[in-house]
């Protein structure tokens, strides 16, 4: 047991329902007790999914409030607050304490990146300014910056930060980082297509963007691992990964948003830089959300 558990199983990357006015709270509503009713474990919020690097002060701060008052308590909201700016992340982070947020995700600076010191500086100083526990999140692909081995086990005795959420989809640096910070921090995949061998490693779950339009079946890939039937595990995430790569075959949240509308969540809206989903690509996915019975 780590420091300051945060969750264990599947908690989602949560999408941000947004229209031309801003962001459509009452449809975020609807999806935040959507997700928790299908026993969703936890929820992420205005991350990358929940496109906070386009939301402005004001409706990142709002959707983080919205989000801890709407859940009551029922499940842990994770608030996303990592910025390439360690001031504003610092800012972010005290405002979504002092809200309820049960936990932040802290994603490492992107632009500007930093040197492996510079990470451990910039997340030590943002942990120190925290109430609640911290989870580091490693998404080199999108930030340019890997978190090493080495920088986590530094950084895994600070009381602060309980967890990473690991994107970089190299197996190999994963299982030295679970060798190095043992049970000092909590590691979640930040793949769905990786469940099932972080779990292997002794992972404590996913934060996901599947479960966004599959909650209970993705809870229930780190169900049946931890019930003992690995077997049974793997040949889920065997069977939604076609669903997982057609969520992917466009820039994240891009496909899921596409996915969200196509059930009635939200509309299919996404500011620029982000677009619409290719047609071809969204033909091929919601073929695939109807044989799952997702839509009609």
């Not at 300014?129 to 895994?156: F, Q, W």
């Not at 190999?172 to 979640?188: H, M, N």
């Not at 229930?220 to 939604?240: H, K, M, N």
């Not at 949240?253 to 009635?264: E, R």
């Amino acid at each position: 047991m780590t420091k300051n558990p945060i969750f264990k199983g599947a908690a989602t990357a949560l999408i941000t329902p947004l229209n031309e006015s801003g962001i459509d709270f009452p449809a975020f509503g609807r999806l935040i007790d959507w997700q928790i009713e299908q026993g969703i474990n936890a929820l992420v919020i205005v991350g990358t999914t929940g496109e906070g690097a386009t939301l402005n002060h004001q409706e990142h701060c709002a959707a983080i409030q919205y989000a801890v008052e709407r859940a009551a308590g029922r499940v842990p909201i994770i608030a996303g607050t990592g910025s390439n700016d360690t001031a504003y992340s610092i800012e972010l982070t005290r405002f979504a304490c002092n809200v309820g947020a049960d936990a932040m995700l802290v994603v490492t600076p992107y632009y500007n990146k930093a040197t492996q010191k510079g990470l451990i500086a910039s997340f030590s100083a943002i942990a120190d300014a925290s109430t609640k526990p911290l989870i580091l999140y490693n998404v080199p692909s999108r930030t340019g910056v890997n978190i090493e081995p080495s920088t986590y086990a530094a950084l895994a005795d600070h009381p602060n930060i309980a967890a990473i959420k690991e994107a970089n989809s190299n197996i190999s640096k994963i299982v030295e980082t679970a060798s190095l910070v043992g049970d000092k921090l909590d590691i979640y995949s930040g793949n769905d297509d990786q469940i099932v061998p972080i779990l292997a490693m002794g992972g404590s779950g996913i934060i996901s963007v599947l479960s966004n339009i599959m909650p209970a079946q993705t809870v229930e890939i780190c169900t049946r691992f931890w019930a003992g039937d690995v077997a049974g595990s793997a040949r889920l995430q065997c069977e939604l990964l076609p669903m997982i790569n057609a969520l992917f075959c466009e820039v994240n949240p891009i496909p899921v948003k596409a996915a969200m509308a196509a059930m009635g969540f939200c509309e299919n809206y996404v500011r620029l830089p982000l677009t619409p989903m290719e047609s071809g690509h969204e033909a091929a996915m919601l073929e695939l959300m109807r044989g799952h019975g997702l839509i009609s």
